[in-house]
């Protein structure tokens, strides 16, 4: 029996998205790997840039005379390298010969984590490094006496009056406490804007070729 014009086109759209397909889901699976391959590049450069930038600051703070702020911002700074390493070594045991689509779910998981223990990371780091400036400045050399005793001594000049604890005007400690806390309370959101500048076009790929593939899933 002769097959309709019906039938013919029905097996004809059928053999073509049977070879459709196999293409769109490895035109997807290069694209996921290429673009999380691409966020590892930028992710390990920027490790490395850190540790670079650490070194230098440290040196630079030697001749300045502000090694203690070099000091305390190369441990923070290493602090973050080696817990963000761990999570990149994580993240680079994501098996590619999966589906996309379980690729892309498995980068979302490991991005998930990644931004919960940084954010938690944040809430100290950020504050550690205001207080390593202001550390570095008020043990400075000023011609034999530390610069924060100096200051103290013009502002006592000027205000003999003025509230000290432990030889700290009482307004500097709580100014220097409300930026901490605020520093504190705005550390993830800070760490949110810092990585959304670096990676959020990377990230915005990878959301938009999920949602393709999710919809080609319905």
Do not use: C
């Amino acid at each position: 029996m002769e097959k309709s014009i019906e039938n013919i086109w029905k097996e004809g759209f059928l053999k073509s998205d049977a070879l459709v397909a196999p293409k769109l889901n490895n035109l997807y699976n290069k694209k996921s790997i290429h673009i999380i391959d691409k966020f590892k590049r930028m992710f390990r450069i920027n490790l490395i840039a850190i540790v670079a930038f650490s070194f230098v600051f440290l040196i630079v703070t030697f001749f300045l005379g502000i090694f203690l702020m070099g000091v305390i911002f190369f441990v923070a700074l290493t602090v973050l390298v080696i817990i963000n390493k761990r999570l990149f070594n994580d993240l680079k045991k994501i098996h590619k010969g999966v589906s996309s689509y379980q690729y892309l779910k498995a980068f979302n998981q490991w991005k998930q984590k990644m931004l919960a223990i940084n954010k938690r990371l944040a809430l100290f780091f950020y504050p550690v490094i205001f207080l390593s400036i202001i550390i570095g400045f008020w043990f400075k050399d000023a011609e034999g006496i530390p610069l924060g005793q100096r200051l103290v001594g013009e502002v006592l000049y000027g205000f003999p009056d003025i509230y000290l604890i432990q030889g700290v005007p009482l307004i500097a400690i709580i100014v220097i406490s409300l930026i901490v806390g605020l520093l504190a309370l705005f550390g993830g959101r800070i760490y949110q804007w810092d990585l959304n500048l670096v990676y959020g076009r990377v990230f915005k790929k990878l959301e938009e070729l999920m949602t393709d593939i999710e919809e080609l899933k319905k």
